[in-house]
């Protein structure tokens, strides 16, 4: 048998590994595994330029360990979703073409597809023109509802835990205050586990609204018992006044995030007289090596994947509850973005052990 893999949308750490684990399972059963290039442009192939290459458990031989993706990705190109006449997001109907004349031509008989909600649902329009697909849920925001965790969250936590304790060494030197802006896009995750990690006084995220008022009374506090560094973390999408900061205006896909840290760095440094810097940590937080959960995570989705081909149940994806590899509809597992409760037991704790969100 014959099967295609393909990982779109933005990179992650992990991605490697799940291409490592579905290659070894599905050799195992003797089938051959098609790796496309660059998302899901890789199936605009054609026989004068085929963008795809055999995977073995040879030419993957302990990808797991390495960042980024040995295929490839785009996040934006001809997959790129676009509101349809009736409001419906639709793909183009010669791209949709396109695909299913790849698929046919290479005879696969299913086809992976490791991304986030956006991929998923370009998987979810593939399976609806006959395509049989099997999604792997991706994203170092962890906002996929239907997984308790997306590999590559993990390691994006620990970037940034270990460049608070750079940070903070610094900090301290110079008795500055540190604002320093993570991804997540929508979602909190990155910044409320990573600043709990990493000891942060203040942690900003989208899912709470905050009040300038409030981190100056913290970092004055902070002050007033003799603190000499003030760690801050805020989510990229975190909202000033209800209103989201962002690099650009206008772009095909989704728009860029950023300029949280910046904007709130010249403000708390005016009202509280306290020097401050801000870092954004970028793209630091995706790149690099997985760590061992990812990586473990990684393998776990990618031989599942290939159980689930073997089961035949396409339009699933495979899913991690409660630390059992579980799978469920893809329609069901994009239905939900998973974001952070304010009043859950985590944020409850954060707050138990002095940080502050803001809010009170
Ligand atoms: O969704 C993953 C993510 O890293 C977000 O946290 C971030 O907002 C976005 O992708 C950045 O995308 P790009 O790589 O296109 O700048």
Not at 223 to 245: D, P, T
Not at 292 to 316: H, M, N, Q, S, T
Request: aromatic share 6%.
């Amino acid at each position: 048998m014959n099967i295609g893999i393909l990982n779109a949308g933005g990179d992650c750490p992990g991605l490697n590994a799940v291409i490592e684990g579905a290659v070894s399972a599905a050799t195992a059963r003797g089938w051959v595994v098609y790796g496309f290039y660059d998302g899901f442009e890789g199936l605009l192939s054609t026989p004068e330029d085929e963008r795809w290459r055999i995977l073995t458990p040879a030419n993957c031989l302990n990808i797991r360990s390495q960042g980024g993706t040995i295929l490839g990705t785009v996040n934006k190109g001809n997959f790129t979703v676009k509101s349809g006449v009736d409001g419906r997001m639709q793909i183009a109907q010669s791209v949709l073409d396109r695909s299913r004349e790849t698929v046919e031509r290479l005879a696969l008989s299913a086809l992976i597809v490791v991304g986030g909600d956006g991929s998923q649902t370009i998987g979810l329009e593939l399976q609806q023109i006959g395509l049989p697909i099997v999604g792997v849920p991706k994203t170092i925001d962890n906002d996929l509802g239907s997984t308790d965790y997306t590999f590559g969250f993990w390691t994006a936590v620990s970037v940034v835990s270990s460049a608070l304790d750079r940070l903070r060494t610094t900090a301290v030197s110079h008795q500055r205050m540190m604002i320093v802006e993570v991804m997540g896009r929508h979602a909190g995750w990155i910044a409320l586990y990573g600043g709990i990690a990493g000891g942060a006084d203040v942690i900003l995220i989208p899912e709470i609204e905050f009040k300038l008022e409030e981190i100056v009374r913290k970092v004055e506090l902070l002050k007033a018992l003799g603190q000499r560094e003030i760690l801050l973390v805020v989510s990229e999408g975190a909202k000033i006044g209800g209103k989201l900061l962002t690099l650009d205006e206008e772009t095909k896909g989704e728009v860029r995030l950023g300029g949280i840290a910046s904007f709130l760095s010249t403000k708390l440094e005016t009202i509280t007289g306290i020097e401050t810097r801000y870092c954004v940590l970028g793209h630091v937080q995706r790149g690099g090596s997985p760590i061992p959960f990812d990586r473990i995570l990684g393998v776990r989705c990618g031989a599942k994947a290939i159980d689930l081909i073997d089961e035949g149940k396409f339009g699933e994806t495979v899913a991690l509850l409660r630390n059992e590899i579980i799978s469920m509809p893809i329609a069901d597992a994009v239905r939900s973005l998973h974001l952070v409760d304010g009043n859950s037991q985590l944020v409850e704790a954060a707050k138990e052990i002095g940080i502050s969100f803001g809010d009170e």
